[in-house]
């Protein structure tokens, strides 16, 4: 079993931002390949609170990543923009070459500049297909979506910029996953490993103050606007993968890249494959395991 050993190291930054995490190019590439994707009930969750017809809907993703979510939301709307912070991340994403999309570099606070300037720099190729304001903002949207990484933002800032960016009719939605569970045959010892690895990361000051958001389950974020429309939905997200590849999943964690940069590869090397081994003898068994992801969802839409 994992043993909860001491692991030091100083608390992140209150101050860090999203802008200075998920960016090295290698970590990039892992949160491409082994972050899991989204279901589709989540998106269909979301569609449905939207008026407008599919074939005219125009998204917003921020901190779009590698763009997990962005290629999902795509296939039901007219036009997205995915926006992320991270060079390498948005070049994951283009790699993607989705129709109908545009990935630009961006944060989470300079939302209304950057799309004035993409739209200003391709009006000739988006008017063609889309209604440009005269106006700023340039271009506002019926949908815009965060997928894990609200709880990285300044929220006051951000929030004014959606409550300019939306539509009238417009929905906001983000969500973040939990810490995941694991069902089936020997599922709850395997889990009772997991929560104590869990712990001793925390413990260790390896996760941001900001990672309680996610463990809040969203429910704690400041100053989400329309408060008297906003819904609360949980999906639960069931994957069959094998314990390798979660094991991979995890390496991809905020907190184990922290780790490593604190204490060397060869030692984040040699903590994942502790974790690995334990959970190996806590299922009894290596072939498939299921991972249950409780997605947790934020809706609010702008009446006026």
Partial sequence: MFKSQKIISPLFNKATTMTELFVGKEHTNKYAQFRPTYPIELFQTIFSNIKTNKESIIALDVGCGSGQATKEINKLCKYCIGIDPSKNQIQQAKQLNLENVDFIVGTDVELVNVINNHVKDNEQNLSANIEINSNSPKLTFDLIVVAQSLHWFDFERFFQQVDQLLSKDGVFAAWTYILNHFEGENGEEATKVLNDFY????????????????????????????????????????????????????????????????????????????????????????????????IHLVLTKKLN
């Fill in 199 to 294: 712990k001793t990361i925390w413990e260790g000051g390896y996760w941001s103050e900001r990672r309680k958001l996610v463990d809040e389950k969203y429910e704690t974020i400041p100053h989400i606007p329309y408060k008297d429309n906003i819904k609360r939905i949980v999906v639960d997200y069931k994957v069959d993968m094998s314990l390798e590849q979660y094991i991979n999943y995890i390496g991809t964690w905020s907190s184990i890249q922290d780790y490593s940069k604190k204490n060397g590869e060869e030692k984040s090397k040699e903590l994942l494959d502790q974790l690995l081994n334990d959970l190996k003898n806590a299922f009894g068994y290596e072939e498939s395991v299921k991972v249950v992801w409780p």
